[in-house]
């Protein structure tokens, strides 16, 4: 005799001597630490590595001669589509965009006006107040290229707000 499934909408057969076990979809999770919890739908995305941002800013790229910039601007563009994988996070586009439209001056400036944008997303889908600004982090670009410390010290606060080790599965919270 067959007993419906509570977490399905189709009523599945069941064998003789098989438990009845509700099915997980893929973008479902069980509460860690708690013996026979009931499953809850969560986003879920892999925690983000935290830089010092002086480091990040003035040390990395001086010693590279200026390439360690497009490294960073590749690994948080990547970073975030990891952290959040609801949002469409391009990846290589916009170190792309930096490498080979940089004498246009407009596309890098719409580059980092987006990647402010996304790193606020990041800080809502971690349950933080946005904090990060793309207007001031696009406008600090171009004086000294402090925008790199500013959006690094922005994603810092969504890595502290889980404080887990790189790479960690983690809960969105948004």
């Not at 099915?23 to 026979?36: D, K, M, R």
């Not at 402090?146 to 959006?151: A, E, K, Q």
């Not at 010290?153 to 890595?159: D, G, M, S």
Request: net charge positive; with cysteine.
């Amino acid at each position: 005799m067959s007993q419906p499934n509570p977490y399905s909408s189709h009523p599945q057969p069941q064998q003789q001597g098989q438990r009845n076990l509700p099915q997980l979809h893929s973008n479902s999770s069980v509460v860690p630490g708690v013996a026979g919890a009931v499953p809850y739908s969560v986003a879920t995305g892999l925690a983000m590595k935290e830089r010092h941002p002086v480091t990040v800013w003035l040390l990395w790229p001086l010693i590279t001669l200026g390439i360690y910039h497009l490294v960073w601007y590749y690994k948080i563009h990547k970073e975030m589509a990891e952290f959040d994988r609801r949002r469409a996070v391009p990846v290589a586009g916009p170190m792309l965009v930096l490498l080979f439209l940089s004498w246009t001056f407009i596309a890098p400036m719409v580059s980092y006006y987006n990647c402010g944008n996304r790193i606020r997303n990041a800080q809502r889908a971690a349950g933080l107040q946005a904090s990060c600004s793309p207007v001031a982090g696009m406008l600090l670009m171009v004086v000294f290229g402090v925008g790199i410390l500013y959006y690094q010290v922005e994603l810092n606060k969504v890595v502290a707000a889980y404080g887990v080790p790189e790479g960690q599965q983690i809960g969105l919270r948004v």
